[in-house]
């Protein structure tokens, strides 16, 4: 009797691969507004070498956490588009992390009126599409923050 052995892994084999296609870049102008939080984001994209402007001011300058840098140039790594596109953009309201949040959001929105046909179904399935509709709870008359109360005592 001879027994055969299989290997089970969480590797995909090398053939069964998949490699994103470097495909050509639209040379077309593309523009949205992305929320999230009390942050808007106005974003215009122009066929350019890569460069971010975001109110005036070089990414890295403006958002100075790489956390935030890398979520805000998430949607062109999943296309494959680095470097492809300038970008200029407008923030206000919020902080932070809720204008990374509305800047990416409007420059998925923008790759996607771009070129619909090809970057919808990648953008969709990563969920850069949709927006993040959670907004901070609004405090309630007799306690201290939104849920937080006093101490209860029984006696």
Known sequence: MTE???NYSTETPAEAETVVAERPVVSVPGAAVGRR???IARVRLIPGEGSFTVNGRALEEYFPN???Q???TDPFTL???TGAYDVIARIDGGGPSGQAGALRLAI???LNEIDRDNNRAALKKAGFLTRDARVIERKK???KKA????QFSKR
């Open 4 to 6: 055969e052995v299989q």
């Open 37 to 39: 939080k009390q942050a």
């Open 66 to 68: 790489k956390l935030h």
């Open 70 to 72: 890398q979520l805000i």
């Open 79 to 81: 296309l494959g588009l």
């Open 108 to 110: 998925a929105r923008s």
């Open 141 to 143: 008359a007799g306690l």
């Open 147 to 150: 849920r937080k109360a006093s």
